[in-house]
């Protein structure tokens, strides 16, 4: 499936289908939508990313971050020591890098997605509890934000079910494309 | 605690400790940690649950704060804190059962996040006000039991869960058409305004109620293993080892039991006429065919499966003679039956952690190396074929003095000889794993499994708990007889349940 037509595409594709994704989940509300289309909107991007550079890659760019750092030199003031691991990890990122550089990856992991998820939908309906109203109870902000309309506790439910899809789907896909 | 918390901490903690352990999949030390804190705190809440209910008989709340008909309601009453609280003190047994006696594969791969997932399964369905929300959590807590059947992915185990899970999908396809043909019938799914409705002589679609009722007898009468349809569960409940299938031999089907007598004293009572015979003859079949099953076993896991479908023939002979004084021995049975099975399939585990086996006829002589478990096999297997003063004699007891009050003395006469040949079948257990010298070919000294001392005495203390539950129940069963009086009570006359459903006192 690594045809040059498809790799590039997705290159511009894949930032466009999250955005989408997210127009979903917001405008779930009053409107078709909803955490849990939007999810899996959101997770087309990257079965799309899978398909066309393979999982390694995929989970390369967007679910592992690598951090580098290095012991603090003698000369070094602190000050100096932060810009330069900072910058190490941001704009210089990889470039005068010296092979002694120490590294630590996180990494994303679709069960973690689908924890975090479970987590904040629960928790949205515990804060009626909270409020000494039966779980679940809503809770809306008076403002209404433009294009996104108001924000309440069932958005943070969506958002959360928006989450465990997107973790379910890639753990599926990771896990088949591994074969 | 206001009854909003109260009735939602049975969900909540299994789902938040299930979601620690999916944040610790790595490390299965903090796993088994967290989740023996959350099996105490859910016991701990089900126990305010219980004072609670025994109070106020009936609590509500309504999720999202939407008055009842409309929204989605828990609700409980004695039955289903009763049901809470076997589940409850089975899962801290099962729980310290396999900090020793499941292998660490298997508690790497998942075992504790599914048992407390199962367990808020079991919170939903006891605790569900709504009639598809009943048919969704059942369906939570079958697919926790389809995973941890399948969890190790042994030939046997796979085998086994095949054939759960393609009988449990067709079971679940009946109750899915019985959901919508009970929606298109009355336009409801709560189940107080349904039973309500019901009740109404003059509704147009009152003909029609038996047709739904059978959709949900088939469907559950699937998943609590009764007569024609049981045929899957001694195909399957062997397979898994024992820290898994303890917990689902002694849950899962009494769950489908319950939803079967709540059902059918709460919506399904227009054609009694006809459904009552209907279960005495199932349910007469149920224990007949269960225990002449075992009879016939060299296998102490599927001797013991084979028990539990016999079993199931009492818990539903009550719903079958539907008087308040079965109901009650229906309810008591269905707490003595989790309890007494599920330390039995436990036992089995403690000697098969030592002897490797299961089979009777290579097993042998526990007795000399084991004293102290034998007698407490003696005791729960006393238990279950109900010989005074044990727990199952009273259960026994209470159905057939009401099967003789109400004159189903066919029915009583099978249950008592059923009861004698699961006593034969006990001894037989007894004789051949206890009793009988170790055949000598078959596993010399040693090779006996090396288990350390501390290790067994951990494996003996589920066992111990359980078994202290079980005497207690049996040498004092007075508060749970009254319970589960005030429980039949409170299933036969529904004008508090829904009153208190459908009050809406609780909006604020």
């Known amino acids: 499936m690594k045809t040059i037509i498809l790799v590039t595409a997705i290159r511009y594709l894949t930032p466009l289908f999250l955005v989408f994704s997210i127009y979903i989940l917001f405008r779930g509300h009053n409107h078709p939508g909803g955490g849990f289309i939007g999810g899996l909107i959101g997770s087309i991007a990257f079965v799309f990313h899978v398909l066309a550079y393979g999982s390694a890659r995929t989970v390369n760019s967007y679910f592992q971050l690598t951090v580098y750092h290095q012991d603090r030199q003698q000369n070094n003031s602190p000050t100096q020591y932060m810009w330069d691991m900072v910058s190490a990890n941001t704009w210089n990122r990889l470039k005068n890098r010296t092979p002694d550089w120490r590294f630590h990856i996180f990494r994303v992991r679709p069960a973690y997605l689908m924890a975090a998820g479970l987590f904040l939908a629960t928790t949205s309906g515990v804060t009626g509890l909270l409020r000494g109203k039966p779980f679940m109870t809503g809770w809306w902000m008076e403002v209404k934000i433009p294009f996104i309309g108001s924000l309440g506790t069932p958005t943070l439910f969506d958002a959360g079910v928006y989450m465990l899809v997107m973790g379910m789907v890639l753990k599926l896909v990771f896990t088949m494309s591994k074969e | ?508």
Not at chain 2, 492 to 502: A, D, G, R, S
Request: proline letters at 5%.
């Open chain 2, 1 to 508: 605690m206001s009854s909003d918390l109260l009735l939602l901490l049975p969900l909540l903690i299994p789902l938040y400790g299930a979601l620690v352990c999916l944040m610790f999949w790595q490390q299965e030390q903090w796993q088994a940690v967290m989740v023996g804190l959350a099996q105490i705190a859910w016991m701990t809440t089900i126990v305010f649950l219980m004072q609670r209910v025994m109070a106020e008989e009936v609590l509500v709340t309504q999720i999202g704060n939407w008055p009842a008909p409309f929204g989605i309601t828990l609700v409980a009453d004695i039955f289903g804190a009763l049901m809470l609280l076997a589940a409850a003190v089975i899962g801290i047994a099962v729980y310290l059962f396999s900090l020793q006696g499941l292998d660490v594969t298997r508690r790497r791969f998942g075992y504790y996040p599914l048992l407390l997932l199962l367990q808020m399964g079991v919170s939903g369905v006891c605790l569900t006000g709504d009639l598809f929300n009943l048919f969704v959590w059942f369906e939570v807590l079958l697919i926790c039991c389809f995973a941890l059947l399948s969890l190790g992915g042994t030939k046997g185990q796979l085998e086994g869960t095949l054939k759960y899970v393609t009988i449990n999908f067709l079971a679940s396809g009946f109750l899915l058409a019985g959901v919508g043909v009970m929606y298109s019938l009355y336009g409801a799914l709560n189940l107080a305004e349904l039973a309500l409705m019901v009740r109404q002589p003059e509704h147009p679609n009152l003909p029609l109620l038996s047709m739904a009722s059978v959709f949900f007898l088939v469907g559950f009468g699937i998943k609590s293993a009764i007569f024609p349809l049981f045929f899957w569960l001694p195909a399957s409940y062997h397979s898994p080892p024992v820290a898994i299938s303890a917990l689902i031999a002694g849950l899962v089907t009494k769950v489908g039991i319950y939803t079967l007598i709540r059902l059918f004293t709460l919506i399904f009572i227009s054609d009694l006429g006809f459904m009552l015979p209907l279960l005495a003859i199932l349910s007469g079949f149920t224990m007949l065919i269960g225990v002449i099953g075992a009879a016939a076993q060299t296998d102490f896991k599927k001797i013991l499966s084979f028990h539990i479908i016999s079993q199931i023939g009492y818990m539903l002979m009550g719903l079958a003679i539907y008087t308040p004084l079965a109901i009650a021995g229906s309810v008591f049975f269905i707490v003595h039956n989790i309890l007494v099975k599920t330390n039995l399939f436990l036992i089995s585990g403690v000697v098969a952690q030592r002897y490797r086996t299961f089979s009777l006829k290579k097993l042998g002589g526990v007795y000399l190396h084991q004293p102290v478990l034998a007698l407490l096999f003696l005791l729960s297997a006393l238990s279950l074929a109900g010989t005074p003063p044990l727990s199952g004699f009273w259960g026994k007891l209470m159905l057939a003095k009401a099967g003789l009050e109400a004159g189903a003395y066919t029915l009583v006469g099978v249950s008592l000889c059923v009861s004698l040949i699961t006593l034969f079948s006990m001894t037989k257990i007894w004789n051949e794993v206890f009793w009988k010298p170790k055949p000598g070919n078959h596993i010399p000294d040693k090779d006996l499994a090396p288990v350390s001392l501390l290790r067994l005495r951990q494996l003996h203390l589920p066992v111990i708990l359980l078994l202290v539950v079980i005497l207690f129940i049996g040498v004092y069963a007075r508060p749970l007889v009254q319970l589960s009086v005030r429980a039949a009570n409170g299933l036969l006359h529904i004008e508090k349940y829904t009153e208190t459903v459908l009050s809406n006192k609780t909006l604020k």
